[in-house]
């Protein structure tokens, strides 16, 4: 039982290149998530995912695209890399607890550094 | 708006001796709330959450709702609690279900 793994682990990229960062996970979460991590702001929701082929808005999903065709994949594309994209990238997954209201615990991925020059 | 603070960026005490990391929180609704931590070369982490009212590794946290506050605390502090620590809230309607919102961390530094 692997969890949430996440691929590549580090990349570096040019100015205007594409990427796709992939997250999988192997506990039949419903919800999946891509968060960002920068010194002195936290994590910040990019995109999330409450479903197969089902993606959201989160706070600062600008310059970033995400698909989720299968319910163990979720994947975050960057079609024109900038260097205010340079950060760590978090992948995580919850299922949606017993009752209505509230989410069961997040599991996160290992994370990718990603710089871009 | 849904919103958590943590008001310290960093923090620093001396090994067995208390430690409180502040959590605030505003959410017009009943919400649940989290603390994470991270330590160094590890993935986050869930520590403990308000709804399982545990204690792990000696954590503690109350949900104070008149004072929106939400702090962890810690009797004795130990060399190994050294790691960042998020609050976090989820919303419990609407879009904000199933949606964690994170202060800004907190990195504690408990010297030996």
């Known amino acids: 039982n692997a969890g949430v793994t996440q691929t590549p682990k580090f990349r570096v990229l040019k100015t205007g290149q594409s990427m796709t960062l992939l997250c999988a996970q192997d506990?039949?979460?419903?919800?999946m998530y891509w968060y960002r991590q920068d010194p002195g702001m936290g994590l910040r929701l990019i995109h999330y995912?409450?479903?197969?082929?089902?993606?959201a808005k989160g706070e600062v999903p600008d310059g970033y695209n995400v698909s989720r065709l299968k319910k163990q994949n979720f994947l975050l594309g960057l079609e024109s890399a900038a260097p205010s994209q340079t950060s760590v990238y978090f992948c995580?997954?919850?299922?949606?607890?017993?009752?209505?209201?509230?989410?069961?615990?997040?599991?996160f991925g290992p994370g990718t550094r990603l710089t871009v020059l | 708006a849904q919103r958590v603070t943590q008001p310290e960026k960093l923090l620093s005490v001396f090994k067995g001796a208390p430690v409180e990391l502040k959590c605030n929180y505003s959410?017009?609704?009943?919400?649940?709330l989290f603390w994470y931590v991270q330590y160094s070369r590890q993935r986050l982490q869930l520590l403990l959450r308000?709804?399982s009212r545990e204690s792990i590794k000696g954590f503690t946290a109350d949900l104070n709702k008149g004072e929106t506050s939400f702090h962890l605390k810690k009797p004795f502090a130990q060399e190994e609690d050294s790691a960042m620590y998020y609050c976090?809230?989820?919303?419990?309607?609407?879009?904000?279900?199933?949606?964690?919102?994170f202060g800004r961390g907190t990195q504690l530094t408990v010297w030996p």
């Open positions: 506990m039949n979460h419903e919800y």
């Open positions: 995580a997954s919850s299922s949606l607890a017993g009752g209505p209201k509230f989410t069961d615990t997040q599991y």
């Open positions: 308000h709804i």
């Open positions: 995912s409450v479903g197969e082929g089902t993606t």
């Open positions: 976090a809230l989820s919303g419990s309607r609407g879009s904000t279900l199933g949606r964690l919102y």
């Open positions: 959410y017009s609704g009943s919400p649940e």
